[in-house]
Structure formats: C-alpha cells, structure tokens
C-alpha cells in the first residue's frame, strides 16, 4: 500500500506525514515501511523536498514481469468467447520481419473455414492480424521490407504509398481489414495486443470465407474483437485508452 501511494505521486513526491495519513498508518510505521523500502532500492529521498519517489528499480522490476508474461494463457478464455460469438476461426499471430506467424488458433465449426495452422506464416501486409501489428511499428519498419511486396491476389496491395495510408487508417480506427487478400475469398478483422511497456506484442483475430464474413458481418464483429483484443492488452499492464470503432 506504501509502495503504490508513492507511485501514484506523478511529478511530487509525498513526505512521510502525507504517505502515513494515505494509507491509514501511524508515523512510526509509514516511517519504518519507508525505510524498508528506501533499503530495497525502491524508493529514495528527494534531496530538495525531502518526500519519496519511486526508483528506476520499479520500472525494472515490471518489465521483467512483463517479459516473461506469455499471451497465449491470458489471451485463450478471449478467444474462446469470440469464436462462440462469432463462429469463425480465431487466430492469435505475431510479427516476425514481413510475416505473421499464428502462436495459436481456434478453428470455426462451420464446415467451410479458413485453413491456418499454429506455427503457420502468412504475409503481414495482406492478412488482417499482420496488418494490425504492421500499423503500430516504427514509422521505418517497412522501408526495410517494401521491396518484398508481392501480390497475393487481385486484392493485395503491393505499393508501399497504399500500404502506409491503409496502416494509417489502422491507428486511427484500432483494427485492420483483409478483404481477401492472402487468400481468394477469406477475409478476417484483427486488433492489436499491447503490453504494459505500450508495444503491440501480439495481434487477436478472426477469419473466414467471405461469403459467410461479409461486410456487414465484419462491421457487426468489430467492437467483439476490439473488446477482447483490450482486456488481454490490459491484463498484460497496458493502460491507455482501448481503441474504439469508428464509424
């Protein structure tokens, strides 16, 4: 409870007297909790106001947490939901240079489906989880891959002008469409995961034929997967405002 007060302090750092009335503490105890952490490396003392701030340690301490999360446990019971809600295949992929690579699936009962295997690859720029995480890269990401660009489709966009305005729009709408264009006739919508570091770390995805995923379905399912994609971004740590669809 200390430790969190201190935290919470953004750009001050509160003295002993208010740290000990926050947390319902006496002096002496709020000190020696203080002390204990100070010892730890936790927290120190600012020099000018004498109040406490949290150390670097802090940070540390979390991003070795967060490095060692996997997003596959975390993100299942969501993928669970959303292949009920939505009958598709469910797809949880990763970005690995110009490729996704799928960590893990959920395959659609319907008897037509999109075939995908876990450990599969498919082109980033042409399927909707890829294109998710493409979105949120360096803005020289894909200076280093524009010349791999290959049509896939009548469909694909191969041209690295077409690509960044789709991926712009990506940001700003907090999802990505593939109407097609890895496969003739599969589709799917994808939003991406992001750690507590604020890094898209994974993308959650559905997909399917596009005549049963049709425009109308896609635009229905939207909010369902920037809903799931959200609540696994923020049991990873992420805390900033969770995308929402655009009309």
């Known amino acids: 409870m200390v430790l969190e007060t201190v935290s919470k ?15 319902g503490l006496s002096r002496s105890n709020a000190h020696r909790t203080l002390q204990t952490l100070a010892h730890a490396g936790y927290i120190a003392r600012d020099q000018d106001t004498g109040g406490y701030r949290c150390t670097l340690k802090m940070f ?24 009920l809600q939505t009958g598709e295949t469910v797809h949880l992929s990763v970005l690995d240079g ?37 979105a949120f890269q360096q ?14 489709t009548r469909m694909t966009r191969t041209t690295d002008a077409a690509l960044r305005q789709e991926l712009a729009e990506v940001v700003r709408q907090g999802y990505a469409i593939n109407r097609g264009e890895w496969r003739d006739g599969i589709g799917g919508v994808a939003s ?7 890094r898209p770390v ?7 034929p596009l005549d049963r995923l049709t425009t ?9 997967v920037l809903d799931a994609a959200a609540a696994i971004s923020r049991q990873l740590g992420y805390s900033s405002k969770p995308a929402t669809a655009q009309a």
């Open 98 to 134: 110009l490729d996704v690579v799928y960590i893990d699936k959920i395959d659609s009962a319907q008897p037509i489906q999109a075939y995908s295997v876990i450990g599969g690859r498919a082109p980033a720029y042409a399927v909707a989880t890829g294109k998710a995480l493409l």
């Open 192 to 198: 991406p995961i992001f750690s507590g570091l604020d």
């Open 216 to 224: 109308e379905k896609m635009t229905q399912y939207v909010p369902l």
């Open 9 to 23: 302090h953004d750009g001050r750092a509160p003295g002993l007297d208010e740290v000990a009335a926050l947390c």
């Open 139 to 152: 803005a020289d990401y894909l200076a280093h891959y524009k010349s791999l660009l290959r049509s896939h």
């Open 60 to 83: 540390e301490l979390g991003a070795r947490q967060l490095s060692n999360m996997d997003v596959r446990p975390l993100a299942l019971p969501h993928m669970r939901a959303l292949a």
């Open 202 to 208: 994974a993308a959650l995805g559905i997909s399917g």
